[in-house]
């Protein structure tokens, strides 16, 4: 359960101001939305102004690897090559890849070619062709702080049924933005990301969706974009996530590689897109700060 400080006690946000003239109205509105039976977010998720600062510092790093990605990658690369990218900007740039050694993961980045849906691995196999789609999901550490986003990319002539998925992706990202209001519940996001997949024809994932992120690489809530309106942690000033829905052209099954254990695929084999962004939550709405 939430819980207020005394009026008296230092406030829990490091401003060092008394707690009722700084957060004690704002932890009042928290647990009025509490006692409507709506689940509120823990008070360790909402970030210090110096956490996003050093969240948005990461940011810098992460999406200059993406755009160096996006500059290079071409038909006849191999996905080992942008993992080498990868690897040699961030630590260029003085970060770490967070996909390295996470959780046993042996590569610096994710890249998802067609079919697959994401944490495909790395390999000096794997050739581009012209004509794929391959996602690219990538995310920096740097002074303990996470950023995290994932970009698709067209190689060569992509098919126009590829190419619309795609978009159609990305507008289900931005359909989620809009949605994306203080005080409301994170479930009336995912809802508008699913309902605009579903009207242009396509599944969204279900078992995988965003993260809480920043202070950790994955921290609550886990974000649904199958969710419904009115369902799900309220979206509360301060909170950082992604929304990173992985929209499928046929079936939303999937199953995972036996081979690696990692690597997620459409159970139809048909072609799958995500994008990728990581936001803060405002007074006013939200501010990217990852894409
Ligand atoms: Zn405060």
Same mark, same amino acid.
């Given at each position: ?6 009026? /008296?006690?230092e406030?829990?946000?490091?401003s #060092?101001?008394?707690y009722?003239s ?9 647990? $009025? ?5 709506? $689940? ?6 909402f ?8 969240? $948005?510092?990461?940011?810098?790093? /992460? ?7 996006g ?11 942008i ?11 003085? #970060? ?5 050694? =996470?959780?046993?993961?042996?590569k ?5 070619? /067609?079919? !697959?849906?994401?944490?495909g ?28 986003s994932?970009?698709m990319?067209?190689i060569?002539?992509?098919?126009? !049924?590829?190419k619309?998925?795609?978009?159609v ?9 809009k949605?994306?209001?203080p ?6 996001? #995912?809802?508008a ?14 078992e ?5 992120? #920043? ?5 609550e ?6 969710s419904?309106?009115?369902t ?11 929304i990173?829905?992985?929209? /499928?052209?046929?079936?939303? !099954? ?21 994008? !990728? ?8 709405? =939200?501010?990217l700060?990852?894409w």
């Amino acid at each position: 359960m939430y819980t207020r400080l005394e009026r /008296n006690d230092e406030c829990w946000c490091g401003s #060092g101001k008394k707690y009722k003239s700084c957060h004690a109205a704002f932890d009042d509105k928290i647990i $009025k939305f509490e006692s409507q039976g709506i $689940k509120v977010p823990d008070r360790s998720l909402f970030k210090t102004a110096e956490d996003i600062e050093g969240i $948005k510092k990461s940011a810098v790093i /992460n999406m200059a690897v993406l755009d160096e990605v996006g500059d290079k990658i071409r038909a006849g690369m191999s996905t080992q090559d942008i993992d080498d990218i990868v690897n040699d900007v961030t630590t260029k740039m003085g #970060g770490i890849p967070a996909d390295l050694n =996470y959780e046993g993961f042996p590569k610096s980045v994710c890249t998802s070619i /067609n079919e !697959e849906v994401c944490h495909g691995i790395p390999s000096k196999d794997i050739i581009l062709k012209d004509g794929d789609i391959i996602n690219v999901d990538c995310s920096t550490i740097l002074n303990g702080y996470f950023s995290d986003s994932s970009r698709m990319f067209c190689i060569g002539d992509v098919s126009p !049924e590829k190419k619309r998925l795609v978009d159609v992706t990305k507008e289900c990202l931005e359909e989620g933005l809009k949605a994306v209001k203080p005080w409301t519940p994170i479930g009336d996001m #995912g809802h508008a990301v699913h309902q605009h997949a579903l009207k242009n024809g396509y599944t969204v994932v279900r078992e995988i969706g965003g993260h809480g992120c #920043g202070n950790a690489f994955h921290e609550e809530p886990f974000v649904s974009f199958v969710s419904k309106p009115g369902t799900g942690m309220l979206m509360v000033p301060g909170m950082v996530f992604t929304i990173e829905p992985m929209v /499928n052209m046929g079936t939303n !099954e999937i199953f995972i590689d036996e081979d690696n254990d990692w690597t997620v695929y459409t159970a139809d084999l048909k072609p799958s897109a995500q994008w !990728e962004v990581e936001l803060l939550v405002t007074e006013t709405g =939200y501010e990217l700060l990852c894409w």
